[in-house]
C-alpha cells in the first residue's frame, strides 16, 4: 500500500470518523472559518451562537448590520477590531450574488478561490477551508498540523502552502470525503499525539516515521 494511504488508513482505524467541521449549514462553516483565526473554536462557536439568537446569521443578516452589533456578538472569538469588519465585508460580497451560496460556488473553483483570497483576512488555509466544507470542492486543505506531520514522516522538506498542497493532492485520491477525513484525523493526530513534544511511543505511524526513527537508541 502506498505510505499516505496507509497513513489514512491507520489514522482511521485509531481515531474513527471525525465528522468534520463542527457546523450546521454552509454558511456556519464560512463564519467559523472567518473567526478561526488566532483562537480557540469553542470561542468561534459562542460567537456564532450570539449571531445566531440576535438573529444575524446570513448573509443578509451580518451585511446589513452596524459594525458595533457585530463587535458585541463576536467579541468572544478576539480581534475585535478586524473581525468584525472582515464578516461584514465578506457578507456584503455574498449579497453581490443575492446572498446565494450555490450561485457563489457555481463559477470556475479557480475563479472562486481567486475571490476568497481577495477578501479581507482571508488566507490560503482560510480559502481552502470554505471551499472544501462549504462548497464541497475536493481540494486539499493543508495547517500547521500537516506540515508538522509530513515533515516528521519524512514526506516533504518545506513548509510552502502550495508545494504542500500539490505533494498531497498528487499522491492522495481526489475525493470530497476522503479529502475532509484526512484533514481531521491530521488535525486529531496532531493534537493528541503528534503534538510539539510527540508521543512516539503510542503513535500508529511510528513504524514509518522518519522523525521517529532518529530517536530510537
Request: glycine letters at 6%; a positive charge; charged letters at 30%.
Amino acid at each position: 500500500m502506498d505510505a499516505i494511504l496507509e497513513a489514512y488508513e491507520r489514522l482511521l482505524a485509531r481515531f474513527g470518523p471525525q465528522h468534520w467541521w463542527p457546523a450546521e449549514t454552509r454558511f456556519e462553516v464560512i463564519v467559523g472559518a472567518l473567526l478561526m483565526q488566532q483562537t480557540a473554536w469553542r470561542n468561534v462557536e459562542a460567537a456564532i451562537g450570539n449571531l445566531k439568537r440576535a438573529g444575524l446569521l446570513s448573509p443578509a443578516g451580518i451585511a446589513s448590520a452596524r459594525i458595533p452589533e457585530i463587535r458585541r456578538h463576536v467579541r468572544v472569538a478576539g480581534l475585535y477590531r478586524s473581525k468584525p469588519r472582515r464578516l461584514k465585508r465578506f457578507c456584503a460580497r455574498l449579497m453581490e450574488f443575492g446572498g446565494d451560496l450555490d450561485a457563489f460556488f457555481a463559477r470556475p473553483i479557480a475563479a472562486v478561490r481567486e475571490d476568497l483570497l481577495a477578501q479581507e483576512g482571508v488566507g490560503l488555509e482560510t480559502a481552502d477551508s470554505i471551499l472544501l466544507y462549504a462548497s464541497e470542492t475536493p481540494t486539499f486543505l493543508v495547517d500547521a498540523y500537516t506540515v508538522r506531520i509530513a515533515r516528521r514522516l519524512g514526506w516533504i522538506d518545506t513548509d510552502d502552502y502550495d508545494e504542500v498542497k500539490a505533494w498531497f493532492e498528487a499522491r492522495f485520491p481526489r475525493e470530497l470525503a476522503s479529502y475532509r477525513e484526512f484533514h481531521a484525523l491530521l488535525v486529531r493526530h496532531a493534537t493528541q499525539v503528534c503534538r510539539p513534544r510527540p508521543r512516539c511511543g503510542e503513535c500508529p505511524l511510528n513504524e514509518r516515521c522518519a522523525y521517529y526513527r532518529t530517536r530510537r537508541p
